[in-house]
């Protein structure tokens, strides 16, 4: 738990450095970042990493439909559409089992169902972006030395360089990470358990073209996902227990691709790898608080899911774009924005939709990661209902897509 200076910095002479310190430069944080472009509010983003180190991760995800609205609100789409894939048709099946469900974009009204991104085709517009906004100040690389909570305020102590520099802010931010250093120091604890799954990724490029088609089909090793990228590339996500997945990773490429084609199927062709292939255990997480007074946590710092569906990265970006909205809001009304009554409006706002998709990828894998009969038979049944029932299977689509539940406002006019 926060443990409180002295109130040393409560005089209302009092001058802050910034409104509020961002811990982590990520995608979420530079999210969160850039939605509070222009709201009146003096922000810093502190990021461990040099910029050009952050960039060159090499992971791609899925895209949101409401992320995507989220990125036109703030002003970046334009920059990342060129350098991303959509997707107007997802393909959902069950193993070998023949009847699979087909989402299209008329079953939302849209003109696709999502995107697929490359990790740098949305850090970069979002760091340029930073870069030329005068009421944003990106400190990277520094490194949060110490951080000292105090009823008006954070003193944080940083190293830039050879430099020990401290400054003052109303409201930190914690988006460091699955494993945040600011989260373990305030002592919020999480609730949640590793999965009995390892993931695989890797970049293929098949003979024959993607179609901008998605796929999820689920053996009961673990879901498999191919998602469509540019240049006729795709996105492997491959869950398997974790020594089948060491042992798929250490295999040569000719017979990692042998395997891999019997996951994928022939319907594109010969496969060829592209790059590395990584692997990373699938673990599920969610902290027991997002927010304490002066302390707000967002994106992997407050939750991490399963990989299934891709919902990780867009439950960041959403929990940035609500924070925005209450910072925002907040300030306008004169309110401070690091009260804690103030945050736990974020958090009324947050943590039950995020809970609600943690228990829905959940459930989604261990429903189909499995071979016990009534199990088939009651998820097959699912299936069919999906296929049959249009009000049910709409509903899945808006839940994968992220137009479920609240929408920021930064997104409502897209």
């Not at 088939?376 to 994968?400: D, E, H, S, T, Y």
Request: proline share 5%.
């Amino acid at each position: 738990m926060v443990q409180f200076d002295s109130p040393t910095i409560s005089s209302p002479s009092l001058t802050y450095d910034y409104d509020l310190a961002i811990a982590g430069g990520g995608i979420i944080g530079l999210t969160l970042a850039s939605a509070l472009h222009n709201s009146g509010l003096k922000v810093v983003v502190i990021e461990a990493k040099p910029q050009s180190t952050a960039a060159a991760k090499g992971q791609a995800y899925a895209v949101h439909l409401l992320s995507g609205r989220i990125f036109a609100g703030i002003g970046i789409w334009d920059e990342i559409l060129p350098q991303i894939a959509h997707f107007s048709h997802v393909k959902l099946s069950d193993a070998d089992y023949s009847h699979s469900v087909n989402f299209e974009t008329k079953d939302l009204g849209t003109e696709v169902l999502g995107y697929v991104a490359e990790h740098q085709a949305l850090l970069k517009p979002l760091q340029d972006f930073v870069r030329e906004c005068t009421d944003i100040s990106y400190l990277c690389p520094a490194q949060v030395l110490e951080t000292r909570y105090q009823p008006s305020g954070v003193k944080i102590s940083l190293q830039i360089g050879d430099e020990i520099k401290t400054i003052r802010t109303r409201l930190i931010v914690a988006a460091d990470g699955a494993k945040s250093q600011t989260r373990q120091k305030a002592g919020i604890n999480t609730r949640g358990w590793q999965y009995w799954q390892s993931c695989i990724v890797a970049f293929v490029k098949p003979e024959k073209g993607h179609n901008n088609t998605a796929y999820e089909k689920f053996w009961s090793s673990g879901p498999f996902a191919v998602l469509p990228l540019p240049e006729n590339r795709c996105r492997i996500v491959w869950t398997a227990p974790h020594e089948e997945a060491k042992a798929l990773v250490a295999l040569k490429d000719d017979d990692f691709l042998a395997e891999l084609t019997k996951r994928y199927g022939a319907q594109m062709g010969k496969l060829e790898l592209v790059g590395d292939r990584f692997v990373f255990p699938v673990q599920l997480m969610q902290s027991d608080r997002y927010v304490l007074p002066r302390l707000a946590l967002v994106g992997d710092a407050a939750h991490c899911c399963h990989p299934v569906g891709g919902q990780g990265l867009n439950m960041g970006i959403r929990d940035a774009a609500a924070l925005a909205q209450v910072l925002q809001q907040a300030h306008e009304k004169g309110e401070d924005i690091g009260d804690l009554a103030i945050l736990k409006r974020y958090e009324s706002w947050r943590k039950q939709e995020n809970l609600t998709i943690l228990g829905f990828t959940d459930l989604l894998d261990r429903v189909f990661s499995n071979n016990f009969l009534p199990v088939v038979i009651i998820r097959r049944i699912g299936l069919l209902m999906l296929r049959r029932v249009p009000p049910i299977k709409i509903f899945a689509l808006k839940l994968m897509t992220g137009l479920k539940g609240r929408t920021p406002e930064i997104a409502q006019k897209f």
